[in-house]
């Protein structure tokens, strides 16, 4: 089974620090990979996605991620973080043999301090 | 434009009673997904259903039932509740089949359950 796992449960920062957020999976075929966010009183919202080619991914509000094979991982990065950005991210990934179903990480807390 | 919508928001039910939870996906989005979050965890993947049809079903019992309708609307059912089935139950929806992973999940707001 398809498992993912995120190491850092609550993460606090000052503004203007860099972030990143470790995502591991466990599937040895081709997969897609995800991160989401929720801020505070918000739905989950996509922040970006890895499907193919270029393993550095670019996703919105100035976030990437890097998709590294040989580490089954898919790192959170932002160079420099901002009050705005507190909020629970979570890594998901979904795989060949089971496109249709996602699984999620249990979440990091990111905690911005202003 | 209306995002997805989920009803209710809260609702305290007793064991061994059932649930029916609602949604509405996007307009136009034809895929609608559940999961299930439990406190300090990641949403679980419950059901897919895609053109009123299930696509994928995750490790839950058979006390777990869903379908959608004819406009893409999906109801979630939970027989004999449990304790352990207080959660947020979100919905997911989508344009097309996420099968391919191509395709962007939009999620609701959640429907709180507590079971006491």
């Known amino acids: 089974a398809q498992s993912v796992s995120q190491h850092n449960h609550h993460v606090i920062l000052s503004e203007a620090a860099s972030l990143e957020l470790g995502c591991n999976y466990s599937?040895?075929?081709?997969?897609?990979l995800f991160w989401y966010v929720q801020y505070p009183g918000q739905h989950l919202q996509l922040l970006l996605k890895?499907?193919?080619?270029?393993?550095l991914v670019k996703g919105i509000k100035g976030f990437e991620a890097e998709f590294i094979k040989s580490k089954f991982s898919f790192n959170l990065r932002k160079p420099s973080v901002q009050w705005s950005d507190t909020a629970e991210y979570f890594c998901a990934v979904n795989g060949q043999y089971n496109f249709n179903k996602f699984y999620f990480g249990s979440g990091t807390k990111l905690n911005v301090k202003p | 434009d209306a995002g997805v919508t989920q009803s209710p928001t809260h609702l305290i039910k007793t064991r061994g009673q059932h649930v029916t939870l609602r949604c509405s996906p996007i307009s136009g989005h034809k895929s609608v997904s559940w999961y299930q979050q439990v406190l300090g965890q990641g949403p679980q993947f419950i059901f897919q259903?895609?053109?009123?049809?299930?696509?994928g079903r995750g490790n839950f019992p058979d006390r777990f039932s869903a379908r959608q309708f004819p406009n893409y609307s999906s109801e979630l059912n939970v027989n004999a509740l449990l304790l352990g089935d207080s959660a947020l139950y979100l919905c997911a929806s989508s344009l097309n089949f996420v099968g391919t992973g191509a395709d962007t999940q939009y999620f609701g707001p959640g429907t709180r359950l507590t079971v006491l």
């Open positions: 259903y895609y053109e009123k049809e299930e696509r």
């Open positions: 599937y040895g075929g081709t997969v897609n």
């Open positions: 890895y499907f193919s080619g270029d393993p």
